[in-house]
């Protein structure tokens, strides 16, 4: 799928150097991905990144996703994107197409629903509870010297 987002995010054009007019669409297209991309499509798109995640060679004994589930990921992304992009925020994608910023715009518009979508996966009681068991295995006393004198 990367390569094929990386395919997609090259023929928008070589990026040149942005001036106020690129900046101010690239803005655009990521407002505009922000506000369409709801609580599903954000689940979407946690889901898409874990199963391809998942199979990193130091994840990969630890998590587990089917081929057809990861077939199901990458599809259910697919189509979010084709949405977002030719739907909801069709006008926006056009402008940076058109003034060469599609790549930049398109990384930083689904970069930040991503990091949106992570941070929604901590607001879940039990990831927060065992994201915040860390604790016990933190020498505290070790970081509080870093503080003193």
């Not at 946690?46 to 996703?65: E, N």
């Not at 199901?72 to 925020?89: Q, Y």
Request: with cysteine; charged share 25%; glycine share 10%.
């Amino acid at each position: 799928m990367r390569h094929v987002v990386a395919g997609l995010l090259a023929v928008a054009g070589a990026v040149a150097p942005w001036g106020a007019t690129r900046a101010q669409e690239a803005g655009d297209l990521q407002s505009c991905v922000i506000s369409a991309a709801g609580a599903d499509d954000q689940r979407t798109l946690v889901q898409w990144m874990f199963s391809a995640i998942a199979l990193h060679p130091d994840l990969s004994d630890m998590a587990q996703v089917s081929d057809e589930r990861r077939a199901e990921a990458n599809r259910a992304m697919g189509e979010l994107m084709v949405r977002l992009l030719t739907v909801d925020c069709a006008d926006q994608a056009r402008r940076a197409f058109r003034d060469g910023s599609a790549e930049g715009a398109f990384g930083e518009a689904f970069g930040r629903v991503g990091e949106l979508a992570g941070e929604g996966l901590f607001n879940d009681p039990r990831v927060a509870a065992e994201a915040a068991g860390l604790i016990r295995h933190v020498d505290m006393n070790r970081i509080v010297e870093l503080f003193l004198p």
